[in-house]
Nanobody, 118 residues
């Protein structure tokens, strides 16, 4: 059974940084289409960043230049470095995995909470 376990969330002040990690089991991150999503209370889930097996990345306009998605293949871990955090970044963050040749996500983690205070 595939497991994706997020960690690294917490509470920070605006302008601060956090690094989220997503440890995977069964699925191999290097061979998978991976992504980070977030959902704030009362809002729809938003795609934050994705990375494919070739290392190509896509970011939501709201996080471009501030967030960086990366794979630590040796640790089978997906990361999201978040800098210059804003209160509007407050949300539950989820990682997701899918087949390398389709831009879809079949597996989801339980999420880690990020709270940014002004």
């Amino acid at each position: 059974q595939v497991h994706l376990v997020e960690s690294g969330g917490g509470s920070v002040e605006a302008g601060g940084s956090l690094k989220l990690s997503c440890a995977a089991s069964v699925v191999t991150i290097s061979n998978s289409y991976m992504g980070w999503f977030r959902q704030a209370p009362g809002k729809e889930r938003e795609e934050v960043a994705t990375i494919d097996v070739f290392g190509s990345t896509v970011y939501a306009d709201s996080v471009k230049g501030r967030f960086t998605i990366s794979k630590e293949n040796g640790k089978n871990t997906l990361c999201l470095q978040m800098n210059s955090l804003k209160p509007e970044d407050t949300a539950m963050y989820y990682c997701a995995a899918g087949p390398w040749n389709f831009r879809r996500f079949d597996y989801w983690g339980q999420g880690t909470q990020v709270t940014v205070s002004s």
